[in-house]
T-cell receptor, first 110, second 113 residues
Framework: DGGITQSPKYLFRKEGQNVTLSCEQN?????MYWYRQDPGQGLRLIYYSQIVNDFQKGDIAEGYSVSREKKESFPLTVTSAQKNPTAFYLCASGHYNEQFFGPGTRLTVL | DAKTTQPPSMDCAEGRAANLPCNHSTISGNEYVYWYRQIHSQGPQYIIH???NNETNEMASLIITEDRKSSTLILPHATLRDTAVYYCIVSGNYGGSQGNLIFGKGTKLSVKP
């Protein structure tokens, strides 16, 4: 099956802990993206990467970090510096005029 | 800043056409109009995109006005499974991959039996 996988689906962490969200794609896409969605809101771009070993900040990058060591993988770390990390996190990969989204990870910080 | 304006919600009867409007009066010449939808608690799904001409695929039709300041997404025969939030997005097409997509709040379409 081709597509994008995100794990886990639900994640609970204590305040002050860093947490890493996984995103893997086997679509051979160069571009990958991370978005955050809060209840009743649209998606906001956190980070994106157009090619391996390169990535750019999106609109709300503060408190987040990423790496792109492999074409297939684009993990997102939510650090303790992120003031309000509880949200729905979506990963996507891009090919020409389409972005393909994963199922998302719902992070709750207690 | 949002580049598009959409109504917050719309209703449609099952089997009828759903016409979702979008205003994008500040669109520039090299920007495309994209439509995505998001079914509750899932990742968004690409529907269609266009530059100037009207477009049709197996999911929907996209009608863009001649001045390109507005567009309409048409679902020709809406079903209950089309109930979702529909996002209209304006973005450039950089080097074969999409530029950054700005998702506003979209239109919540409710298809009723």
């Amino acid at each position: 099956d081709g597509g994008i996988t995100q794990s886990p689906k639900y994640l609970f962490r204590k305040e002050g802990q860093n947490v890493t969200l996984s995103c893997e794609q086997n679509l051979n896409h160069d571009a990958m993206y991370w978005y955050r969605q809060d209840p009743g809101q649209g998606l906001r771009l956190i980070y994106y990467s157009q090619i391996v070993n390169d990535f750019q900040k999106g609109d709300i990058a503060e408190g987040y970090s990423v790496s792109r060591e492999k074409k297939e993988s684009f993990p997102l770390t939510v650090t303790s510096a992120q003031k309000n990390p509880t949200a729905f996190y979506l990963c996507a990969s891009g090919h020409y005029n389409e972005q393909f989204f994963g199922p998302g990870t719902r992070l709750t910080v207690l | 800043d949002a580049k598009t304006t959409q109504p917050p919600s719309m209703d449609c009867a099952e089997g009828r056409a759903a016409n979702l409007p979008c205003n994008h009066s500040t669109i520039s010449g090299n920007e495309y109009v994209y439509w995505y939808r998001q079914i509750h608690s899932q990742g968004p799904q690409y529907i269609i995109h266009g530059l100037k001409n009207n477009e049709t695929n197996e999911m929907a039709s996209l009608i863009i006005t001649e001045d390109r300041k507005s567009s309409t997404l048409i679902l020709p025969h809406a079903t209950l499974r089309d109930t979702a939030v529909y996002y209209c997005i304006v973005s450039g097409n950089y080097g074969g991959s999409q530029g950054n997509l700005i998702f506003g709040k979209g239109t919540k379409l409710s298809v009723k039996p």
